[in-house]
């Protein structure tokens, strides 16, 4: 059954678009035929979108001519209804606020009836795109552009921090964006993501997707990383009694850092939107890309589509999407070679759909210390590209920044080293 709300919107949505031809373009671009659950209403409102289209007037009268005689007095009651346009746009939401309503009761009696869970978080999905939907609208004239433009001007804009000082300089990063962290196996996109998240979910809600690694694993390199303890003995559960103090310091500190660890293997991009929107995260962490399920044909078809999803993911819903991607094979072979955004494995379409493109790999400097990695943005929207070198501690999992001057002093450390081992070894020959 209808409601009268419904009926009456839907009416006066009709009656607007008849009264006012100036407003023919905008509620079209605004609306679509599935809005209407009235029959008769929806063949009225297709008439018109082929009129305007065709670039024929839109009234009565020409709706008469293509819906038939029969609808003169359904045209007459929306006229009757609607004497003018004014608050057009209002009877526009309240007919969509209806058909979201409609829609989510007819997917809850589709999930009275499921069988697994798979279909239900389907179905779930489903539910959470309709409650998301933003206007269709994507038009927006000069005036309104200045308009916004001069209210963002006179407000200082506060973008999302890694936590590299260097990394923040050049990426202006916000929520909506798509970026890539790419990297060849071992070079430690994981450790430096987690770092990331954790730093993030220090101001907001942050999810970290792993497709590969459980939570438990995740845990302890965040302990390795925030308390400074020895990966190793972690994982031996070794640990001393200085460091399980320390993990206890840090475990009340933790409370104020809202990330999530969400082991999700064979889990798809609506997956994790789905459960995205149902936790309120602003910032979702994917590792890694590669091993999403994705639709085609094949494995390139797939990830084209991933990449495409992400995008859009991002884009629709305001997230900000860190996915965690690997190098192809070729740019394996070139070991002593940056990599380049031709390198990023199995679809060309991840470097068109990122604002940003970062990839960490090791520093090829004979004189960089051993664990030195460098971290280069590839592709930048809204900054600058360059690279910057980032020292990696292993055993704590830990990445950090060279301060000035910092960077030649370790190298020259290295190369001392370096020549040293080279001595020893003609020495003991």
């Known amino acids: 059954m209808v409601e009268k709300a419904t009926l009456d919107a839907e009416y006066s949505v009709i009656g607007c678009l008849l009264v006012d031809p100036s407003i023919v373009g905008e509620l079209i671009s605004l609306t679509r035929a ?49 004497p003018t346009a004014f608050g057009w ?13 409609r829609r989510l009761r007819a ?49 200082k804009r506060k973008f999302i921090s890694y936590g590299l000082d260097k990394l923040d300089r050049r990426l202006y990063s916000d929520h909506g964006d798509f970026v890539v962290l790419a990297g060849r196996p071992s070079a430690g996109k994981t450790a430096l993501a987690l770092q990331m998240a954790a730093h993030m979910g220090q101001q907001e809600r942050v999810g970290f997707y ?28 070794e640990m001393t009694d200085e460091e399980w103090q320390r993990a206890a310091t840090w475990k009340k500190e933790v409370t104020a850092t809202d990330l999530e660890l969400v082991h999700a293997p064979g889990w798809g991009v609506q997956d994790i939107l789905t ?67 031709t390198d990023l494995r199995e679809s060309g379409q991840i470097e068109q759909d990122a ?40 055993q704590h999992q830990l990445f950090a920044e060279y301060m000035d001057g910092q960077l030649a002093a370790a190298r020259h450390v290295a190369r001392v080293e370096k020549s040293h081992r080279g001595q020893q070894e003609i020495e003991s020959a």
């Open 34 to 82: 599935e809005d209407f659950s009235i029959p008769e209403l929806r063949t009225v409102y297709q008439a018109a979108v082929r009129l305007f289209t065709a670039g024929r007037p839109v009234d009565a009268v020409t709706i008469r001519g293509v819906c038939g005689a029969e609808y003169n007095n359904l045209l007459l009651q929306c006229m009757d209804i609607t």
């Open 210 to 237: 792993s497709l590969e690694t459980s939570p438990a694993k995740l845990t302890n390199r965040l302990v390795a990383n925030r308390c400074i303890i020895d990966f190793a003995r972690i994982n031996r559960r």
């Open 355 to 394: 604002d940003a493109v970062l990839a960490l790999y090791l520093d090829p400097d004979e004189d960089a210390p051993a664990d030195d990695r460098k971290l280069r943005v590839l592709k930048n929207k809204e900054g600058r590209l360059g690279e910057f070198s980032l020292s990696f501690d292993g």
């Open 107 to 155: 997917l809850a009696e589709q999930l009275a009836g499921v069988r697994t869970s798979t279909q239900a978080r389907e179905l779930i999905g489903q539910a959470g795109e309709i409650l998301s939907e933003k206007n269709r609208t994507r038009v927006v004239t000069m005036d309104q552009a200045l308009l916004q433009f001069f209210t963002e001007q006179g407000e």
């Open 275 to 341: 459960t995205a929107l149902a936790r309120r995260q602003r910032i979702v962490f994917i590792d890694y890309l590669q091993e999403l399920r994705g639709r085609g044909r094949d494995r390139f078809e797939q990830v084209t589509n991933i990449s495409l999803d992400l995008h859009t993911m991002a884009q629709e819903h305001g997230i900000l999407v860190v996915a965690l991607s690997q190098f192809s094979r070729a740019a394996a072979s070139r070991a002593d070679a940056a990599p380049t955004l």
């Open 89 to 101: 746009k209002t009877y526009i939401a309240a007919m969509q606020e209806q058909t979201r309503v």
